[in-house]
């Protein structure tokens, strides 16, 4: 059974541009979450998506925003980089809703960006 | 506040050594209880989870955690370290009941494992 599958794994960016992550779920699963990692603020929820609505949002600005696809595949996008968004962003998928009963997140290796 | 708080930064310990990592939780009620690991430029593994029931919990890699309610405690433990174990581990939570959640993380303890 396959993971779950984060591309791309590495990323530079420069400041102002805009960049798009992908995440391919465990197949079955259909929610995708999505969390910023870095040395200082640690693991932040980003949001939550489920049957290709956005169920749930964490506290970051609006230049972080997602979406879920059909085949329950998710994108995140960050418009206007800045520095401060040098971080690793982890996807995790489950079967259903965090919080809806006993339900595991599994997560997958992230991608890491660098902004400079 | 809601809150998950893991009080080590670093431990080392040395091969063989038994484990303790704590991780207290501040929640209204009992929530459900994760044990992630994490290998340097890795994404995060499952150790074990919590959702009801037994307060003894096994899970992969010979680690258990046991829950303590009574304590707001979900430690994690192993009885005899090896050097491969050497990572960070984040204790998690999800709180129970109606609603829309998130997974909350500790900020982690970086193991080091002396041969």
């Known amino acids: 059974k396959a993971g779950v599958t984060q591309t791309p794994r590495y990323l530079i960016k420069t400041r102002g541009q805009q960049v798009t992550l992908s995440c391919s779920p465990i197949?079955?699963?259909?929610?995708v979450s999505w969390y910023q990692q870095t040395p200082g603020q640690g693991l932040q929820f980003l949001f939550e998506y489920f049957s290709e609505t956005q169920r749930n949002k964490g506290n970051f600005p609006g230049r972080f925003s997602g979406r879920q696809f059909s085949n329950s595949r998710s994108e995140m996008n960050v418009s206007t980089l800045e520095l401060g968004d040098s971080a690793l962003y982890l996807c995790?998928?489950?079967?259903?809703?965090?919080?809806?009963?006993?339900?595991?997140?599994?997560f997958g290796a992230g991608s890491r960006l660098t902004v400079l | 506040a809601q809150s998950v708080t893991q009080p080590d930064i670093h431990i080392t310990v040395s091969e063989g050594a038994s484990l303790e990592l704590r991780c207290n939780y501040s929640y209204g009620a009992t929530p459900y209880l994760f044990w992630y690991v994490q290998s340097p430029g890795q994404g995060l593994q499952l150790l074990l989870k919590?959702?009801?029931?037994?307060?003894l919990v096994q899970g992969i890699k010979g680690f258990e955690a046991e829950f303590k309610r009574s304590q707001s405690s979900f430690n994690l433990r192993k009885p005899s370290v090896h050097w491969s174990d050497a990572a960070e581990y984040f204790c998690a939570v999800v709180p129970t009941g109606a609603g829309s959640y998130q997974l909350t993380f500790g900020k982690g303890t970086k193991l080091s494992v002396i041969p």
């Open positions: 919590y959702f009801s029931g037994d307060t």
């Open positions: 197949s079955g699963h259909r929610s």
């Open positions: 995790a998928s489950s079967l259903t809703l965090i919080g809806a009963g006993a339900n595991v997140l599994t």
